[in-house]
């Protein structure tokens, strides 16, 4: 049911200096090995989900440009996520979640600290495969993966983390597994866009909204600790 990649535990620098003050200040940062899914969740997997619970739909789950069961499941707000995740732990018989920013991060980057995106320091204006209008979500893993063997770490789609969002929290964030403000009104969420013109985000690229919202170019991607 899940393909996953173990991420080594280890230190990396998170964030950056000269982009979005959110982003800011870069800070070296711990995370404890964890278990990643290589591709967020697809549409089809998430229908396995709503037959077995009888979940609500997401948004605009009829509609022919979210229908490929090899798209990414969109549509879901943070609690849809957070209940397939409870689904996905009782069904296996262990803890799956979504990922904290900091583990997403350690994720997208693979083992080099220096790159802008997750394949390197290449614009998305530059490449073939982020050219034009997308009507929808492109199937997952259709572009190349990054080192650890992950797809889509950073385009296609934004991906609900753990977080609560806060704009000034690296200058207070822990050094060790860092999971966020305690409180908030907005989760963080991770990834480009293909509603965007430029559909590739860069590593260190933050945004967030509202946990209820359920937006067609929001999904997600689960975790296992190991």
């Known amino acids: 049911m899940l393909n996953l990649k ?8 998170m964030g950056s200096e000269g982009f979005h003050p959110s982003e800011a200040p870069s800070h070296r940062v711990w995370v ?20 077995a619970t009888g979940h609500h739909e997401p948004r605009d789950w009829s509609k022919a440009e979210f229908s490929n069961p090899e798209q990414p499941v969109v549509g879901v707000s943070w609690f849809d996520a957070i209940a397939y995740c409870e689904w996905v732990s009782g069904l296996l018989g262990a803890i799956y979640r979504l990922p904290t920013e900091a583990e997403w991060e350690r994720a997208c980057r693979g083992t080099n600290e220096d790159l802008l995106y997750y394949w390197g320091n290449e614009e998305p204006s530059t490449i073939e495969y982020f050219q034009g209008k997308w009507n929808g979500p492109r ?49 963080v969420s991770r990834g480009g866009s ?15 909204i509202p946990p209820t919202f359920r937006y067609t170019d929001y999904g997600f991607r689960i975790v296992r600790s190991s």
């Not at 964890?34 to 229908?47: P, Q």
């Not at 063997?149 to 822990?174: P, R």
């Not at 293909?194 to 967030?208: E, I």
Request: aromatic share 14%.
């Open 6 to 13: 173990r991420i080594p535990s280890g230190a990396f620098v």
């Open 32 to 51: 404890d090995s964890f278990e990643i899914a290589t591709t967020s969740v697809t549409r089809g997997e998430y229908g396995r989900f709503l037959g």
């Open 139 to 187: 199937s997952v893993a259709a572009w190349r993966p990054n080192k650890f063997g992950l797809w889509n770490m950073g385009d296609n789609i934004h991906e609900w983390c753990q977080d609560w969002y806060a704009a000034d929290y690296y200058a207070v964030s822990m050094g060790r597994n860092p999971t966020g403000p305690l409180q908030g009104t907005r989760r």
């Open 194 to 208: 293909w509603r965007h013109q430029v559909k590739a985000s860069r590593v260190t690229q933050r945004s967030s």
